[in-house]
């Protein structure tokens, strides 16, 4: 499982579609929809630690062809102040089936919800990368803790959407 996350300064990571990417800090997609960590109607940002994650995370559920075939930008934002966040430590969990890929219970969104109310960044480790950590961002507490760092485009290496033989 992945190790304490917080030292040195803390960068997060998210890939959207290129037409979203302004729109990347409003949680709006999540909340449209649900989440891992939170239920429909609940505004949540999602990333990673790391730019390879947050690619991953997206292509498990899109696939790399979506990335390949339609402009994507890639974000890293800076944490302001690394006390705001609270992490999720494997064995506080209450049901380690949540850190496994697979469709979230209510139970484990209503965990995510619970701790998105209280603190404005929560990082979990990935169920894609289990030595990886995920950050879930409430948006509305987060104003104002955050630095948006760069914005650029993001070209998938071709390698990962192979010709068909």
Not at 16 to 41: F, I, Y
Not at 97 to 107: A, E
Not at 122 to 143: R, T
Not at 147 to 153: A, N, T
């Amino acid at each position: 499982m992945a190790k304490d996350p917080l030292s040195g300064e803390i960068h997060f990571w998210r890939l959207d579609p290129a037409e979203h990417a302004a729109t990347w800090n409003s949680g709006v997609g999540a909340e449209k929809v649900g989440g891992r960590w939170n239920p429909k109607g609940m505004a949540t940002v999602y990333a990673a630690l790391d730019a390879s994650t947050a690619i991953l995370e997206v292509a498990v559920h899109k696939g790399f062809e979506a990335l390949d075939c339609k402009p994507h930008r890639l974000t890293q934002v800076l944490v302001l102040d690394r006390s705001k966040i609270f992490v999720v430590q494997p064995q506080s969990i209450a049901n380690s089936n949540w850190l496994v890929p697979g469709t979230p219970s209510r139970s484990q969104q209503q965990f995510g919800a619970e701790l998105l109310r209280q603190h404005p960044f929560v990082l979990v480790p990935s169920s894609v990368s289990p030595h990886s950590w995920n950050l879930a961002m409430n948006p509305q507490l987060a104003l104002g803790l955050y630095e948006l760092v760069l914005q650029e485009p993001f070209a998938l290496d071709g390698r990962l959407n192979k010709p068909l033989s």
